[in-house]
């Protein structure tokens, strides 16, 4: 039995039976967190195919829709996965195909939780993309679109909320009783970086971070640290007498740190979305003299499609972009020989495991000796220590 069985299906220290729900258009990361979890509790001794139990939330011509769990969920310990940047999903109104936005995911969100019916023994939502998280704070006369989503969900019920790189992490002050988890993939990321470029050199001498602005300080600050690089970052100079698009435009990035001559450099942030800024800052890295730029994106989105990337590829300006599977990928990403997919399914099964425990999970926030193992066993930890 591996160390995975034994530590995190233990089964008479269980909170409640479990049971797993995929919200439409999370069912493909639902099951490779089911697949993680059958193979765990097999290991334990126990006789389970899949934890997922069936639902969907059709809609009717007019466009009113509902929740359906079709099997007893009474005295489960029940998580609801939900992807409300899939925009692949569709449904029909009044003779139209209509693409599902985030509202809609989170009403299906809703509805799920209403077709429970207070029977479980307690709800947990898995919702890597924070919904409402890009309107995290008022300016002037305006929503609060995240705070209140998550106030609503803990009145319907929730008691824990998982999500992953939450464009400002300030928003768990909204519900400061309510179980929220704010996690980094910092692990997976370093992990996936390592296995797919075999020659990198990780020390102060080849290899550097890059922070793309103040606001993803933090995040490459702790890779820096974890890697025993040097960190530089860019500044956002913004003309604020105009407003487009509802923000003041981007007049330029500023540089600030040592030289990249020479130097493999790594870029994260949060969220590709048009990816303007990601390709304006490898273009101004490259004409630092920087060797090759990866950059890596919880959320790889991708609004403006992946035509400005393969471009960008072709004439050497990016080397790599490394995104997670944590929200929908469009298709044609897989074709494309620069994206990387880093796999967190396993990340959130160690999560609801230790949750289903009701055990600490503070190890697995802080991946640090982890990061350590990998380092070493790509050869690359005395470099990072020194």
């Given at each position: 039995m591996?160390?995975?069985?034994?530590?995190?299906?233990?089964?008479?220290?269980?909170?409640?039976?479990?049971?797993?729900?995929?919200?439409?258009?999370?069912?493909d990361?639902?099951?490779?967190?089911?697949?993680?979890?059958?193979?765990?509790?097999?290991?334990?001794?126990?006789?389970?195919?899949?934890?997922?139990i069936?639902?969907?939330?059709?809609?009717?011509?007019?466009?009113?829709?509902?929740?359906?769990?079709?099997?007893s969920?009474?005295?489960?310990?029940?998580?609801i996965?939900?992807?409300?940047?899939n925009?692949?999903?569709?449904y029909?109104?009044?003779?139209?195909?209509?693409?599902?936005?985030?509202?809609?995911?989170?009403?299906?969100?809703?509805?799920?939780?209403?077709?429970?019916?207070?029977?479980?023994?307690?709800?947990?939502?898995?919702?890597?993309?924070l919904?409402?998280?890009?309107?995290?704070?008022?300016n002037?006369?305006?929503?609060?679109?995240?705070?209140?989503?998550?106030?609503?969900?803990?009145?319907?019920?929730?008691?824990?909320?998982?999500t992953?790189?939450?464009?400002?992490?300030?928003?768990?002050?909204?519900?400061?009783?309510?179980?929220l988890?704010?996690?980094?993939?910092?692990?997976?990321?370093i992990?996936a970086?390592?296995?797919?470029?075999?020659?990198?050199?990780?020390?102060?001498?080849?290899?550097?971070?890059?922070?793309?602005?103040?606001?993803?300080?933090?995040r490459?600050?702790?890779?820096?640290?974890?890697?025993?690089?040097?960190?530089?970052?860019f500044?956002?100079?913004?003309?604020?007498?105009?407003?487009?698009?509802?923000?003041?435009?981007?007049?330029?990035?500023?540089?600030?740190?040592?030289?990249?001559?020479?130097?493999?450099?790594?870029?994260?942030?949060?969220?590709?979305?048009?990816?303007?800024?990601?390709?304006?800052?490898?273009?101004?890295?490259?004409?630092?003299?920087?060797?090759?730029i990866f950059?890596?994106?919880?959320?790889?989105?991708?609004?403006?499609?992946?035509?400005?990337?393969?471009?960008?590829?072709?004439?050497?300006?990016?080397a790599?972009?490394?995104?997670?599977?944590?929200?929908?990928?469009?298709?044609?990403l897989?074709?494309?020989?620069?994206?990387?997919?880093?796999?967190?399914?396993?990340?959130?099964?160690?999560?609801?495991?230790?949750l289903?425990?009701?055990?600490?999970?503070?190890?697995?926030?802080?991946?640090?000796?982890r990061?350590?193992?990998?380092?070493?066993?790509?050869?690359?930890?005395?470099?990072?220590?020194?």
């Open positions: 591996t160390a995975d069985a034994k530590e995190f299906f233990k089964y008479e220290e269980r909170v409640a039976d479990l049971g797993l729900i995929a919200a439409p258009g999370a069912e990361l639902a099951k490779k967190i089911d697949e993680h979890l059958v193979i765990w509790a097999k290991e334990a001794g126990w006789k389970v195919d899949s934890f997922i069936e639902s969907e939330c059709p809609r009717f011509s007019s466009g009113d829709g509902k929740g359906l769990i079709k099997s969920i009474r005295g489960d310990d029940l998580y996965v939900a992807d409300v940047g925009y692949s999903c569709t029909n109104l009044f003779g139209h195909e209509n693409f599902m936005s985030p509202d809609d995911h989170f009403q299906n969100i809703k509805r799920l939780i209403q077709a429970a019916s207070g029977k479980a023994h307690r709800i947990s939502l898995i919702m890597p993309l919904y409402g998280s890009r309107q995290h704070r008022r002037y006369r305006e929503s609060l679109d995240c705070a209140f989503a998550l106030q609503e969900l803990q009145t319907m019920g929730v008691s824990n909320i998982i992953f790189d939450a464009h400002d992490p300030r928003m768990q002050n909204a519900v400061p009783l309510m179980g988890d704010n996690v980094m993939p910092q692990y997976q990321v992990k970086l390592l296995n797919t470029v075999d020659d990198l050199v990780i020390d102060r001498d080849h290899f550097m971070i890059i922070s793309p602005d103040e606001g993803a300080l933090n490459n600050m702790y890779y820096a640290s974890v890697l025993g690089v040097n960190l530089g970052m500044y956002k100079r913004r003309d604020y007498s105009r407003v487009i698009n509802g923000r003041n435009p981007i007049v330029a990035h500023e540089y600030l740190g040592e030289s990249v001559e020479g130097k493999d450099i790594f870029v994260a942030d949060d969220i590709i979305s048009s990816g303007e800024s990601m390709l304006d800052i490898a273009r101004a890295l490259k004409k630092k003299g920087a060797r090759r950059g890596n994106v919880t959320y790889a989105i991708f609004t403006n499609g992946v035509e400005a990337f393969d471009k960008a590829y072709e004439e050497g300006l990016l790599g972009v490394f995104g997670t599977n944590l929200t929908y990928r469009r298709p044609e897989y074709e494309r020989p620069w994206f990387h997919e880093v796999d967190c399914s396993k990340y959130i099964a160690y999560f609801i495991s230790a289903n425990h009701d055990m600490s999970i503070s190890a697995i926030i802080d991946p640090h000796e990061i350590k193992a990998v380092l070493k066993a790509h050869g690359q930890l005395a470099a990072a220590q020194a």
